[in-house]
């Protein structure tokens, strides 16, 4: 296969999908100019968007090998080419909807496919884990570009004005020149075939098996964990910044731009750093920063007075100083996930991945809704300080995961992707 050129198609499929995914706040803000709709009723789009996700995956992961990872995500990029297409020519709320729902669907059947064919082209596991770095950052920069991609089409001086849809015209052209890209690059599947006298039945069963088994289940609270910690910083730092550091609203969305970015340089810095070093180390070094920068950053937002002249060059350094948290978070997330795919045959990374992005949006929800509690009930500074807790419950879940990895021994999804000199460093 040609790996290089698979892996800038599977770059760019996460990079059309991170700004797809991540213009939700955008588009709520816009539809209630545009349509009138209420803020109760518009926020509707976020579960648009996420529970898609959540349901597909659990039905169809399992399946997906049969169906063929290539055709998969040219499935997922048809789907969401007509989607932003719709936006323009049919406006309204009713279309947002089925956009995020689309692109719910979409993601769902294209994340799963992705990461199955990273173990395709993986030469190694620390190789496999650089590429999951490298393309978890580049959905990071996805996100960053949705901000600036989004306002370049937004009519500051008529907030009535349906210009930002013309973004959409954009979009179907990205994701329809990703689909011919795809279309013409040929795929070999064949290591991840699943046994020809397996029922799809027995397939799903399989994927639900796969849960119970120890390293799974320790896998699977880990990552669950790390996105409750995530999520946590990612939707609430705007208002910490607003309601604790004094910052005015729009400058609190500008500042949280620090933290994406961070997430984004961490990845694909780990990208570099995780195809030399083994990934046990660099992950507690991580948790310890994460920790580190929560004890130093947040006592320094005790005190902080309103300033109706705040500029950039006159905000709290706690405001530029805790969103470095997500330089140690980046590496986490992706990290751990090529640890766990790549100590798993081919046929199981689809199931595997299924797995992943259920327990992944549960976390994302829980760790949202737990903050939100602690941050109205208490305190901001209580919310972001109660992040230690799931950090040092991650410091200690890496290192059973860590054992179950190499109790597993070199199972992994084909002969070169078993990397004898990270395992001896084990």
Known sequence: MQRRRILFILFLIYFVFAILLNSVGTVILQVIANYGVGKSAASVLEGFKDLPIAIVS????????????????????AIVTAACLAMPLVP?????????????????????????TLGLIATSRRHHA?????????????VLCAYWVFSFFIDSANPASQSW???????AALCALTFVLLLATPFDERLAALPAERTPAQDFAAMLRLFFKPLVCIFVVTAFLYVLIEQSVGTWLPTFNNEILMLPAAMSVQVTSIFAACLAIGRL???????????????????????????VALPLTHGVTADAGVTWLTAPPAAF???????????????????????????????????????????????????????????????????????????????????????????????????TDANRAA
């Open 269 to 295: 810095s780990a990208g570099v750093i995780l195809r030399r070093l083994h990934w046990y180390p660099v992950m507690n070094v991580c948790l310890l920063g994460m920790g580190a920068v929560v004890l």
């Open 165 to 171: 849809l013309n973004v959409y015209w954009l979009l």
């Open 58 to 77: 659990f039905l169809v992961a399992s399946f997906l090998p049969r169906l063929g990872y290539k055709r998969a995500m040219l499935t997922g990029l």
């Open 321 to 419: 100083l805790f969103p470095l948290i997500g330089l140690f978070m980046a590496p986490i997330y992706p990290g751990i996930n090529s640890v766990m795919l790549s100590s798993l045959p081919q046929h199981q990374h689809s199931a595997m991945t299924g797995l992943l992005v259920i327990f992944s949006a549960l976390g994302g929800t829980t760790g949202s809704l737990i903050t939100g509690y602690v941050f109205g009930a208490f305190s901001g500074h209580t919310a972001f300080y109660l992040t230690l807790v799931p950090i040092a419950v991650v410091l200690v879940m890496l290192y059973f995961f860590r054992r179950a990895v190499d109790g597993a021994g070199d199972a992994a999804t084909s002969p070169p992707a078993v990397d």
């Open 130 to 142: 650089g590429m999951m770095n490298t393309l978890e950052g580049f959905f990071m920069v996805g």
């Open 92 to 116: 309204g709320f009713a279309t947002a909807k089925l956009l995020f729902l689309s692109v719910g669907v979409a993601f769902a059947l294209t994340k799963v496919s992705v990461y199955s």
